[in-house]
């Protein structure tokens, strides 16, 4: 019998992708006419190989000796290039990819699943290879042929990597902020000058060439982010190979993801070509940006799941104390997974991170069926898939310390790493509060509702399905959101409406993770063995503990409560 990973669980993602969302149908569409369960499962297997041969066993390394400046250049450990170099070989960069351009044409809920693995197994040295892919994914939508020619296959080829430069020093994530000045040149190119902060690979050797996708303003262009425009900066000229006045002016060193370079960069007069046209720099970036947070939102699950999951092998195999019943001081301690406590923190990290994993493969597999109603309903999800497990799934690696005692606060155990990692995903690609505003203000107000009003249509749908005791609340909670809604925008005024947004997306966030345990509960229907005791377990666990956590947020709501925006900032202290 193999041993059971510790990085991720197969079987789960079997069970979802197969026995809940059918993958497999999804070869009767022509686009992936040349797949099979077979194919699917060997992309798999190859994942789960590599991530556990090549990049676990530097994660803690790639922690504990962070990439470092001298002045010239950066020095990262060198199983970081060599994993990189064993995930290129292997064809998954372009798996999901036009066959067109070398790909192999992947449905994208089986390729989310297979990077999966990689961000459980190092988040690290998985990051430059998920900035790479939607710096690519952007130029295949957006760039002319030659760009895609000269960019996009040195980076599926593996030899360049990609990252996406928005944020500057004074303005975070303010981008109508950015000045970031491109100045036209006589031939057709621009200059670029100015300050990038927080980019995530913005220098190393791991690569020939960095591509950067850099926004910044045109001279004479209008403020705010209609005046913004996307350009392609190369680190190297591509034809001399020379440094294209891309500076690195230093690194950021992060409390997690340490071994992710993070750079602040100094365009000085960097030769640069312009994505599409002038103007629209900001319209591109979100394709990016939006795959990004799914990513984002991913790599939070992957790392609450295999927190979760060394958690629980430590809880069987730690003896600790005696059942509360024994009253024989010489009796042999028991695991202490048979502690009610430890079991608490168990099955609630279970039913975060199954839940989020199955939302994050949900959100995925809506791109493999494109329509307008999947497109909208996606629109709506992605703050939820960004949000939701960078706060939930993060709360089960901060069970996972917990369940480790005094061992899980040391580096001698790997669960704090996580932890630590984990948290940055609440700050990457628009904070959880920007993912607030986002949801309430704007996702589901678009179109008259249209798209609350979808994904509430769906999540009834199921509920109506499952057995009442459990339907029944999930029913309830759906229309208790819908009133909120409607009773939240009734006068019009988005300074009322959003002061407690925060509030709006947790609630929202559990409603949406109610809703995937019950079809996840309908899917195991019939289902006998552990596993599919345990599917039924989570769900009945998270619809009676978790989903009334969002009474008292819809209270909040409700009251039309609005301390945070009158208080005076004086009154902190």
């Not at 556990?52 to 000796?65: I, K, S, Y």
């Not at 220098?203 to 926004?215: A, F, G, Q």
Request: with cysteine; aromatic share 8%.
């Amino acid at each position: 019998m193999a041993a059971v990973s510790k990085v991720l669980s197969r079987r789960d993602l079997d069970f979802l992708l197969y026995e809940w969302l059918g993958a497999e149908s999804l070869t009767a569409r022509e686009r992936f006419a040349e797949h099979s369960r077979e194919t699917f499962d060997a992309f798999l297997d190859v994942s789960q190989q590599i991530a556990e041969r090549d990049f676990a066993p530097h994660n803690r390394a790639g922690d504990l000796t962070e990439p470092t400046f001298d002045g010239e250049k950066v020095t990262i450990i060198p199983e970081v290039s060599r994993a990189l170099r064993v995930f290129a070989e292997s064809g998954l960069p372009a798996a999901g990819m036009d066959a067109e351009h070398g790909g192999l044409q992947l449905p994208h809920v089986v390729q989310r699943a297979c990077f999966l693995w990689f961000q459980a197994a190092n988040t690290a040295t998985s990051a430059y290879a998920m900035l790479t892919a939607g710096n690519a994914h952007l130029l295949l939508t957006h760039g002319t042929e030659e760009q895609i020619r000269r960019y996009v296959h040195p980076m599926i080829e593996g030899r360049f990597t990609g990252t996406m430069c928005l944020s500057e020093p004074q303005a975070g994530s303010s981008l109508s902020d950015v000045t970031t000045k491109a100045t036209p040149q006589a031939d057709g190119t621009y200059r670029i000058d100015g300050g990038k902060m927080w980019i995530s690979g913005g220098d190393h050797e791991l690569s020939e060439n960095i591509i950067h996708l850099v926004l910044a303003r045109v001279e004479g262009a209008p403020a705010g982010v209609k005046g913004l425009s996307l350009f392609i900066v190369p680190k190297r000229n591509l034809e001399t190979g020379e440094r294209n006045g891309v500076v690195l002016a230093g690194l950021n060193h992060k409390m997690g993801y340490r071994g992710t370079t993070n750079a602040v960069l100094a365009f000085e007069g960097a030769a640069a070509e312009l994505v599409g046209e002038e103007g629209r720099g900001l319209a591109y970036m979100f394709h990016m940006m939006n795959e990004a947070r799914i990513g984002v939102g991913s790599g939070a699950v992957a790392l609450g799941y295999t927190g979760y999951l060394h958690a629980l092998a430590y809880a069987r195999e730690r003896l600790q104390g005696r059942p509360v019943s024994g009253k024989d001081p010489l009796a042999a301690p028991v695991p202490i997974v048979e502690h009610p406590d430890v079991r608490r923190m168990l099955l609630a990290s279970k039913s975060y991170v199954e839940g989020g994993l199955a939302l994050v493969l949900y959100a995925a597999k809506l791109l493999d069926e494109p329509s307008p109603e999947n497109d909208l309903l996606l629109d709506v999800l992605t703050p939820i898939v960004k949000a939701w497990p960078s706060q939930w799934c993060r709360l089960a690696d901060d069970h996972a310390i917990q369940v480790h005692g005094g061992y899980g606060y040391t580096r001698e155990y790997p669960v704090e790493q996580f932890y630590r990692d984990n948290r940055l995903n609440s700050i990457h690609e628009g904070t959880d509060g920007i993912q607030a505003l986002d949801l309430l203000g704007r996702k589901v107000t678009m179109r008259g509702g249209a798209g609350l009003g979808l994904l509430l249509d769906r999540i009834r749908a199921t509920a109506s399905k499952a057995p009442a005791e459990l339907g029944g609340p999930v029913l309830s909670a759906a229309d208790r959101l819908a009133a909120t809604t409607a009773k939240l925008w009734a006068t019009g005024d988005p300074s009322s409406a959003l002061v407690n947004a925060t509030a709006y997306l947790d609630a929202a966030g559990h409603l949406v993770i109610a809703w995937l345990w019950l079809e996840q509960l309908l899917a195991a229907e019939g289902g006998e063995g552990d596993f599919y005791q345990g599917k039924r377990l989570a769900a009945r666990y998270f619809v009676t503990h978790e989903l009334p956590r969002i009474g008292p947020m819809l209270d909040l709501l409700d009251s039309g409560d609005t301390l945070l925006r009158d208080m005076d900032d004086a009154w902190l202290g």
